[in-house]
């Protein structure tokens, strides 16, 4: 069983940046690939951004390449993103997900979810 919780979310003008933390509970987080998904008001759940259990391999929806960067801290239990250049369309409940070992971009393939944190983007 994997807990995660998401910090990091807030207000922030257009042109601006946040980092978003996720922090994992248990004693194998080496041991999941890590992915960061976001959902805006009356849209579908969709990727953002994912990282392999050993950091090696990442992943990026077109629409944040360039702009995020995912990464982790397997000694903290933690995966960030960290979010730059950020635009309106970037507004969105952002959820951090874990799965065994390798990166995946569909939702169904995550097991563990975080309880999402607010990221509003105001132009």
């Known amino acids: 069983q994997v807990q995660l919780v998401e910090s990091g979310g807030g207000l922030v003008q257009a042109g601006g940046s946040l980092r978003l933390s996720c922090v994992a509970s248990?004693?194998?987080?080496?041991?999941?690939?890590m992915g960061w998904f976001r959902q805006a008001p009356g849209k579908e759940r969709e990727f953002v951004a994912a990282i392999s259990s050993g950091g090696g391999y990442t992943n990026y929806a077109v629409s944040v390449k360039g702009r995020f960067t995912i990464s982790r801290d397997n000694a903290k239990n933690t995966v960030y993103l960290q979010m730059d250049s950020l635009n309106p369309e970037d507004t969105a409940v952002y959820y951090c997900?874990?799965?065994?070992?390798?990166?995946?971009?569909?939702?169904?393939?995550?097991?563990?979810w975080g309880q999402g944190t607010q990221v509003t983007v105001s132009s």
């Open positions: 997900a874990a799965r065994p070992y390798t990166i995946k971009v569909s939702i169904k393939e995550y097991n563990y």
């Open positions: 248990g004693r194998t987080f080496s041991s999941y690939a």
